[in-house]
Every structure is written in C-alpha cells, then in structure tokens.
C-alpha cells in the first residue's frame, strides 16, 4: 500500500489486491481459448481422481467419500491462492499413509474420534503452512536443485506406474505395496496375466498414443479413457465378467462436502500438534517440488511463499469441509500438464466436475475400468519421466549423476526420504565444492599497460612475491584447505614472502575467514612479508574492519582497480635477490642492473 497526491491535494490510497489475492495476477492469461482448454484439462482430472481419492481415503483409515471431499474444496482454494499454473492439491498416498500412522495410535479408523483428530490435524497442518509463508520461508525451495527435481519426477512417475501395475495386467497385488516388492511379485505372477485386463490397458493406452501424435487437437486421454471403456464394454457383453474379470471403478456416493467442524478442544489440539507438524513439512516438500517439476517444463517460476500460503489456506478450508490434509497431487499434476491445462483454472473446473459428476452422474463411474485407468496413468508416467536431462547428466557432471540416481532410487524406495536425501546430498556435494576455493597462481599480463593478470602457466614468478587468484568465500568450511594452500606453497619457495591475492572473487568473509586472513598477515609480518589485496569488494573490507581484523592486514595492503601492488611493494623487496633475478617482471626492476643493486 502507499499514498499519493492528487491534483486536488487529497491522499489517495493505492494498494496492490494482487498481494493479497494472487489469482489476479494471472486473470490476464485467461481467455476463451484457454478456457476450453483448461476445461478439457479439468474433465480429465476430474475422471482420473475418482478412484484415486475413494482408495487414498481408504489407505488413510477414513470414509471412502473423504477423499473426494479432500479433492474439491482444498484443491479450488491451493488453485486461486498458490503460485503454481498447474499444481493441484488434493489426498496423496504419502499423506495418507502419514495421516493414518499419525491418528490411528489415538482413536480406531473411520470412527467419529478418528475423523474428527484427523480435522483437527489438517487445520493445524493449514495454520504451520500458512505461517511459514507469511514469514517469507519459502526460501527453503531454492535449495531443491534442479537435478533433485528431474530424480524426484522420475521416480514420482515409476512409483505411478509402478502402483498401476496390478490394475494394467490383472494381478493381485495388495494395495500399498512398496515398488521393488510390486516388481517382485509382478515377476512371480507373471503367468497369471489377465489377457482381457492386459487388451483393455493396451487399447487405452495405444489408443492415448495415436490420438497425441495424429489428432493433438483432441483431448487424448479423455478419447482414450472412452475407447477403453467401450473396449472392456464388450468385453463383458460378449464373454461375461465372470470370465474376463475386468473390474470397474464401481458406484461412488454423491452430495456435496458436508460442513465440519475440528476438535478444537486442548486435548485434541495437543494431541495432533506434532504430527501436524509432521505433515506440514512432508506437505510442504511434496507440493513445492511437484510445482518445481512442472515449472520446469512450463517455463513458469514458482513462488515459494505463496505456495506455502496457498497450500496452508487449502488445508484450514478443507478442514471445515470435510478434507483431510492435502497436497500437492503427483499424479493429478502431471495429467493436468499432460492434458494441456494452461491456468489455474483447471484445478477450479477439475472439483466442479468433480461436484457434478458425484451430483449427476455417479452411476456412470460403475462404466470406467480400472484397467483403463491404468493405461492412462501409464502415458502420464512416461511423459513425466525427464530422459533428455538424465542422459544428459552423466556427461556434465559425475556429483550432479550421483544426486540424480540417489534422488531416484530414494524415492522409489520412500517418496519423502527420497526428497529429502537428495536435498541432503546436493547440498552436502555444495559445501564440499565451497570449502575448496581455487587458489591460483597468476602473474601480470606481458601488455605494460594492463592491470589484468594472467594464470602462470610455467610463466616466471616474481622469486619475492607470490601472486594468487582466490575465487570463493572464505568461510569456515574452507579455512582449513585454504590453510593447507598456503601453506604448502609458501614451503615450495620460501621467498616469496609477499602474498598479494587478487580478492575479486571473495564474495564473503566470515569470522574463521577473518581470523585465517588476520593471522596469515601477521605470520608474513613476522617473516619479513606481507599480506596484500588487489581489489577486494568494499563489503569484505567493512567485515574486516568491523571486527578490527584490518589492524593486523592494514589498509595500506588493500590495493584498488588500476593500481599496481607489485610497484607498490617493490621498495620492501631485497635488491639483492632482485639483482639476480633474470625476468624483470614489473617496470622498477628495470632500474635494477644484472647483478648489482642499484
């Protein structure tokens, strides 16, 4: 907000609603064509989380309609409130599993005691994300790099496909599975393959592919999901269900979300305060790095707090509809990109659908077979898997590889530790980088009227100083190499007592840093030398000189740009030692003679 004069004198009062309602900034993106196209998107969604919601409810201990509730409200509000164009919130098998280990200790699944601690839960799991992001921590998403999130999504994407193995082929494998034991037991079943399931999970899904290649107008999963169903359709008419066994998604219950109210009582909200907590930041890194993953093949920036805000606002709402905790959906994510969706407005059309096919024309779920379902969620899969980036990487850097892999395989093993260890690693592999600064030897440029220095390269030294390009911050993780440097450098020729870094490249000091800088100084002191600098940032010099370290350096050993330190130094130098030297390197040797100081 701020004031301004008008031509009368008044104030008048501006102030920028799009801060406090973000879906302003993107109405300008909205158009018929967008419209339709979100709306396709929306319908597809809208069919895609109707057998997922009822089982993600049911694995997290509550009413099967809970996790439609979960998937409406929640969703329009982290929609119109989040950063994200194509993020969509809603039950996630993560958070259902943690809602169900967290609340289950305290009241029996699908009890009125349990519904009402898992309300609760959510509603403070909506106040902790809320408030991380008034408190502009969405900062935190920058430390997830860009090779976290192409892992991430890929293991993402097989941890989908990996779910939809049992629904694709016909196979009875438990719900909840983890991966590598649904490849086992896919790989012990693989004779009991149901070939009507596998034709109508092969008619979907090659009828997707053909339709995204040859008519890219059409929404193809929507075509495929139709084809697939007219397919196990007759199947059924003609061989019976009894024989093919192609099972359907089945009647759903209707209505709108009921209004509900949390246990706000202090045994109830201390109940649910730490594993609120809990979730609040399996949540948070859920939704942060699926809108990240999207983003980068949108070519949109995410705002970390607003999404903060957006997810903790969905999630007080949600409580008071009848949602349990919500985040960002993977799987609704990625078909909503697939699908074409170009606002957030497609998340808004995805729950009204949702709304009007629960109101209107539930029945027809009994239609949709999970085997087509499956072919669906597998052409997701594929497309969200990232194969020019992750062939790309080996050849680019072995660490970025590593983070990649480790990244992957995590989160196939464990959606959430997987983030985390990659987050882990990447920045443990960034401090490692960091506490080795390079500390290159440099000589002046053979051009009389440079001020640039140049990499030795087996170029003459000066025999009395020593000149060095430190590029990195002196921090006190990089002390002790840096120590290690010197060190072994002033060993090798021990002459050169005069040290002149060029500090360009020192983006900060700390006080170890400081320490190491002040104490080198004084150690060249002692030994005749000195310590000097050769454009160093003004703010590493204030740092100095705020902790009375530029006493022991001095501020005449700080040298600005265009000036010259060797000159400068050349009269504490011993003439003796310069009257040998054969290289003349700096203009005032030029007045020494060969072998006899002058």
């Not at 991966?179 to 596998?198: C, D, K, M, R």
């Not at 480790?406 to 959606?415: A, F, H, M, S, W």
């Not at 265009?562 to 050349?570: V, Y």
């Amino acid at each position: 907000m701020y004031a301004a004069h008008t031509r009368t004198g008044a104030l008048r009062f501006n102030f920028d609603w799009s801060r406090l309602f973000p879906f302003l900034r993107w109405r300008d993106r909205v158009t018929r064509a967008s419209a339709r196209d979100d709306g396709m998107a929306g319908l597809t969604g809208a069919l895609i989380v109707l057998p997922q919601a009822v089982a993600f409810a049911t694995i997290a201990g509550l009413p099967p309609q809970y996790g439609l509730y979960a998937a409406m409200m929640p969703a329009i509000i982290a929609a119109l409130f989040g950063s994200s164009w194509h993020l969509v919130s809603g039950p996630t098998t993560a958070i259902s599993i943690a809602v169900f280990a967290s609340v289950s200790p305290y009241a029996t699944p699908g009890s009125p005691e349990f519904i009402a601690l898992v309300l609760t839960m959510t509603f403070l799991t909506g106040v902790f994300q809320l408030a991380l992001g008034l408190a502009r921590m969405g900062v935190l998403v920058n430390f997830i790099s860009h090779t976290v999130v192409i892992g991430f999504t890929a293991g993402a994407a097989m941890l989908i496909a990996g779910s939809q193995i049992k629904n694709f082929f016909g196979l009875d494998i438990p719900r909840g599975t983890p991966f590598f034991e649904t490849l086992h037991l896919f790989a012990l079943q693989v004779g009991s393959i149901n070939p009507y399931v596998l034709a109508v999970s092969l008619v979907t899904l090659g009828v997707g592919i053909l339709t995204k290649r040859f008519a890219s107008r059409l929404p193809y999963m929507i075509v495929a999901m139709v084809a697939g169903s007219l397919f196990a359709l007759g199947l059924n008419a003609y061989f019976g269900v009894d024989t093919t066994h192609v099972r359907t998604v089945g009647a759903l219950p209707s209505g709108l979300p009921p209004l509900s109210l949390p246990d706000f009582s202090f045994h109830g909200l201390s109940q649910m305060l730490f594993p609120a907590l809990i979730i609040t930041m399996l949540a948070l890194t859920e939704a942060v790095s699926i809108s990240r993953a999207i983003a980068t093949r949108s070519g949109q920036t995410i705002d970390g707090n607003q999404e903060f805000i957006g997810q903790g606002l969905s999630n007080i709402v949600g409580s008071f509809f009848s949602g349990y905790a919500a985040s960002g959906s993977f799987n609704r994510s990625g078909v909503n990109y697939a699908a074409g969706a170009r606002t957030p407005l497609a998340a808004v059309f995805a729950s009204l659908f949702l709304v009007l096919i629960l109101l209107l024309v539930a029945p027809l779920a009994a239609y949709l077979p999970n085997a087509a379902m499956a072919g669906i969620l597998f052409l997701v899969a594929w497309g969200l898997i990232d194969t020019h980036h992750i062939r790309l990487l080996p050849r680019i850097s072995r660490q970025e590889t590593v983070v990649l892999w480790v990244t992957l395989i995590g989160t196939l093993i464990d959606l959430e530790k997987g983030i985390f260890f990659g987050i882990a690693l990447s920045l443990a592999l960034y401090l490692y980088r960091t506490s080795r600064p390079t500390l290159d030897t440099v000589v002046p440029d053979r051009d009389p009227e440079s001020y640039h220095y140049v990499p030795a390269d087996n170029r003459p030294e000066c025999p009395q100083i020593k000149m060095l390009r430190l590029n990195g911050s002196i921090f006190f993780g990089a002390v002790s190499h840096l120590q290690q440097q010197v060190q072994e450098m002033l060993e090798a020729k021990p002459t050169q007592k005069h040290l002149v870094v060029m500090a360009s490249g020192i983006n900060f000091v700390d006080l170890a840093g400081a320490e190491f800088l002040a104490e080198t100084a004084r150690r060249q002191a002692r030994d005749g030398g000195s310590l000097s600098f050769y454009r160093m940032k003004d703010s590493v010099a204030e740092t100095l000189r705020k902790g009375g370290f530029m006493r022991d350096i001095g501020e005449q050993n700080l040298y600005p740009a265009k000036s010259r330190p060797a000159e400068a130094l050349f009269p504490r130098l011993d003439k003796t030692i310069c009257a040998s030297c054969p290289h003349r390197l700096f203009r005032p040797c030029q007045t020494i003679t060969q072998g006899v100081p002058s």
